[in-house]
């Protein structure tokens, strides 16, 4: 029996060969995978970016538009500080408190002011908060109507709670009375700014 003996030349092709074989399934695994995995995760940052910049330019057309509209308004907004204030400044609400119970022929006996507790209130606002304002008060009964009403029509938009009215009259003709508004101030103080 004959035994072919290859070549060295034909052993060294096919040496040659599975080292280059080897070496393209190490290329595949360690340095295309990589790359093709990277091509991959850049295009979903690209699509993600993209929708974030569209979103931003939406926000951006909005806040456009909200410009135009308020330009117009802008002298209607300047005294909102005034009637909605920020924090706990209700100095307006007290001056005008005053007034109204003078002209109606009241005295103001006392005011305090309270965060709200009301179980009625469930309208939840972004700026918004209530709160609670409390006075007591002596005058004649006749005038008590005329007073709730300006009341109501105050700048800052109270609202009446409570009515507690004395039916005792004093010697000079007046009763006492406890009123509860629910009235409204910005809780974030840098919210006009």
Do not use: C, W
Not at 45 to 63: A, D, G, M, Q
């Amino acid at each position: 029996m004959k035994v072919i003996k290859e070549s060295p030349d034909k052993k060294r092709s096919y040496i040659f060969f599975g080292f280059s074989i080897l070496v393209s399934i190490v290329l595949i695994l360690f340095a295309i995978r990589p790359t093709v995995t990277t091509i991959a995760r850049i295009n979903k940052e690209i699509k993600e970016k993209e929708r974030v910049n569209s979103l931003l330019e939406n926000k951006i057309n909005t806040l456009n538009e909200l410009d135009k509209q308020y330009v117009p308004n802008k002298e209607s907004f300047e005294d909102l500080e005034m009637i909605f204030p920020a924090g706990e400044n209700f100095s307006l609400l007290l001056a005008n408190m005053e007034l109204v119970t003078t002209r109606n022929g009241h005295k103001l006996s006392s005011i305090s002011f309270d965060g709200y507790k009301g179980k009625d209130y469930n309208i939840i606002t972004k700026a918004l908060k209530p709160y609670t304002m409390t006075f007591s008060a002596r005058g004649k009964e006749e005038n008590i109507l005329n007073f709730l009403q300006e009341l109501e029509d105050l700048p800052m938009y109270p609202v009446i709670e409570t009515f507690s009215y004395s039916t005792e009259t004093a010697e000079d003709g007046t009763n006492a009375f406890t009123i509860s508004l629910r009235i409204y101030h910005v809780d974030n103080v840098n919210f006009y700014k």
